[in-house]
């Protein structure tokens, strides 16, 4: 991995080029184009049988994982029925024949994953796969399970819209949601506009990414979003800083998080100084977590080293998430660099999968 040790001026694209091994910046510049690809990938996929289902399991860790994340909050206005996201080797005991099961693994290769699909044949579940290959590709295609094969060749955290996208054109063609495609033009549209501000061309003074991530360097950053709008895009945030940026940050939503959390800033006051707030906001959200947000910093403003507002933009649900997914992802590269951290390799999830898989 290379690690320079020392901040990486952010307007050096030359030297960004030189520690992104892996071409981080390049997967994040084609995203549009990603989600655009990415719809057309569920198309043909023979639907699952069952008919009508009760509830729909995405399973999945990580970087396969977000993407349930993000269709759960989605379906939380528009689906008649629940979505659970489960990141473990089991199912939860609710699952069975009923249950529309959503395997996802970029490599194909995690061993929860493939437990939790095995459990899922076991309980007679309709199965939907989606990986780029390895053995979750190898034993749908032995069990005749419908598969939504994916490009590989990427980190399966570049790849969120082949990991999101598919799930929700799946349900369109079920009759379970609708509109999509629309959705996600908008989506698309939104995410060309953005790339021009957030790229690595976008001067500092003028790009809203790389400012955020001079304010989040060397502080902890906490992101705080709202229940039912931008909850996952919190997480997402959040494992973004933690896998590009290699640095620790901490997610929340309110208004659950006005109920405990901002309790805890109180002391000790050093610790406090480190941390940078980031307040993801949405028009849509409860008209009472509006005033919350304002409340809240209020309160905890003073006491921490700063506060960022962050606005989602685009009509769309879906627009308005990936805008604010686009934002987090530009600002943990460029946290990255700032860091002298090449953001591809997460050598430590290498490590602990091989250990895993050795038994040792
Ligand atoms: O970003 C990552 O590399 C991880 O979070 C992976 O997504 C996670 O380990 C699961 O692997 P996979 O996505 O291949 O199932």
């Not at 009923?98 to 970029?106: D, E, G, I, Q």
């Not at 307040?279 to 809240?296: E, G, I, N, S, Y």
């Amino acid at each position: 991995m290379v690690v320079l040790q020392r901040p990486v001026d952010l307007d050096d694209v030359q030297a960004i080029e030189a520690l992104d091994s892996m071409g981080m910046f390049g997967t994040t510049r084609d995203l549009p184009e990603q989600c655009s690809r990415a719809l057309d990938t569920a198309a043909d996929v023979p639907l699952p049988a069952g008919g009508t289902f009760q509830n729909i399991v995405v399973t999945g860790l990580g970087g396969s994982a977000i993407g349930g994340d993000l269709l759960r909050v989605y379906a939380f206005t528009c689906l008649d029925i629940p979505v659970t996201v489960n990141r473990g080797y089991t199912l939860p005991r609710f699952a069975g024949p009923r249950t529309l099961v959503l395997a996802v693994s970029f490599s194909g290769n995690t061993e929860e994953t493939l437990g939790a699909y095995n459990e899922a044949r076991r309980r007679g579940a309709a199965i939907v796969a989606v990986t780029s290959g390895g053995q979750l590709a190898a034993q749908a295609r032995r069990d005749g399970v419908p598969l939504i094969t994916v490009p590989g060749g990427i980190a399966p955290r570049s790849a969120i819209g082949y990991l999101f996208l598919p799930l929700l054109m799946l349900l369109d063609r079920l009759g379970l949601v609708n509109g999509i495609e629309a959705e996600a033009a908008e989506a698309v549209r939104i995410l060309r506009e953005l790339r021009i501000r957030y790229d690595l061309e976008a001067p500092l003074t003028e790009n809203p990414a790389k400012q955020m991530a001079m304010n989040l360097q060397g502080r902890i950053p906490v992101i705080w979003g709202a229940s039912t709008t931008t909850e996952a895009v919190a997480q997402r945030w959040k494992g973004q800083i933690n896998e590009n940026a290699k640095a620790p940050a901490y997610w929340n939503v309110l208004p659950e998080l006005n109920h405990n959390e901002i309790v805890g800033f109180q002391a000790p006051t050093d610790n406090l100084h480190r941390i940078w707030l980031v307040f993801l906001r949405d028009p849509d959200d409860h008209p009472q977590v509006q005033k919350r947000f304002a409340v809240t910093r209020e309160i905890v403003g003073k006491v921490v080293a700063g506060v960022s507002e962050v606005e989602a933009s685009g009509k769309g649900l879906l627009a308005r998430m990936f805008s604010l997914i686009y934002l987090g992802d530009y600002v943990s590269l460029y946290l990255a660099c700032r860091y002298g951290i090449n953001p591809g390799p997460v050598e430590v999830i290498d490590r602990l999968k091989s250990t895993l898989a050795k038994g040792e």
